[in-house]
């Protein structure tokens, strides 16, 4: 799976945006797809992740402000970001892998990354 990251900009805290990621290739469906971010000097850390099925996990730091969807007709995962805060400032990177993954290693296809950047 080839994965293209989409939709990262300037916007004041508070505010919204809204992340793609297109999938080539015809396992999508299959896959548990997931969102990740990295911020300058630190790792790549969990933002959410929807497995085949639709279950959907968030880590503790955007729970209640990001919203994980897919649409596989357009082979398209999404993340939906409210009441962004400067602390949310990253790159973010969308993945794909088989739906037992467990870390970061198990994701086999990564998108190329798309800033996201938060004025306070």
């Known amino acids: 799976v080839q994965l293209q990251a989409s939709g990262g900009g300037l916007v004041q805290a508070g505010g919204s945006l809204r992340l793609s990621c297109a999938a080539s290739?015809?396992?999508?469906?299959?896959?548990?797809l997931a969102w990740y971010r990295q911020a300058p000097g630190k790792q790549r850390d969990f933002v959410a992740r929807?497995?085949?099925?639709?279950?959907?996990n968030y880590a503790d730091s955007v729970k209640g402000r990001f919203t994980i969807s897919r649409d596989n007709a357009k082979n398209t995962v999404f993340l939906q970001m409210n009441n962004l805060k400067p602390e949310d400032t990253a790159v973010y990177y969308c993945?794909?892998?088989?739906?037992?993954?467990?870390?970061?290693?198990?994701?086999?296809?990564w998108g190329q990354g798309t800033q996201v950047t938060v004025s306070s």
């Open positions: 993945a794909a892998g088989p739906d037992w993954v467990f870390t970061k290693r198990d994701y086999t296809s």
């Open positions: 290739g015809s396992i999508f469906a299959g896959c548990t």
């Open positions: 929807v497995s085949s099925g639709g279950r959907t």
